[in-house]
């Protein structure tokens, strides 16, 4: 069966980085597209970022463009998560997700179990 297992969350300083992963399996990993979504404290879902089955075509929220970069290594099934210039208003649980195809355009059915960043001085 699917299995997404994330990795990487933490506890950083406004302005810090860090690097999300994500280990997939049970699924020829090259073949969908993937996203990242996170859920601050007390809100809703909130869609990150998407890359496609070939890793070419990636997609942002406003509010991390030019700070987040997905990526993924198709060889060894994992997506990343570059996630630079921090600021609080990024803490939340990073949940990745497998969507429907090799494109975005469809919706998400497998989740990960999330893992927690916090941004906080």
């Known amino acids: 069966q699917v299995q997404l297992v994330e990795s990487g969350g933490g506890l950083v300083q406004p302005g810090g980085s860090l690097r999300l992963s994500c280990a997939a399996s049970?699924?020829?990993?090259?073949?969908?597209?993937m996203s990242w979504v996170r859920q601050a404290p007390g809100k809703g879902l909130e869609w990150v970022s998407d890359i496609n089955g070939g890793g070419a075509t990636t997609y942002y929220a406003d509010s991390v463009k030019g700070r987040f970069t997905i990526s993924r290594d198709n060889a060894k099934n994992t997506l990343y998560l570059q996630m630079n210039s921090l600021k609080p208003d990024d803490t939340a649980v990073y949940y990745c997700?497998?969507?429907?195809?090799?494109?975005?355009?469809?919706?998400?059915?497998?989740w990960g179990k999330g893992t927690l960043v916090t941004v906080s001085s």
């Open positions: 997700a497998k969507r429907l195809s090799y494109y975005r355009h469809y919706g998400m059915d497998d």
């Open positions: 049970g699924f020829t990993f090259s073949s969908y597209a």
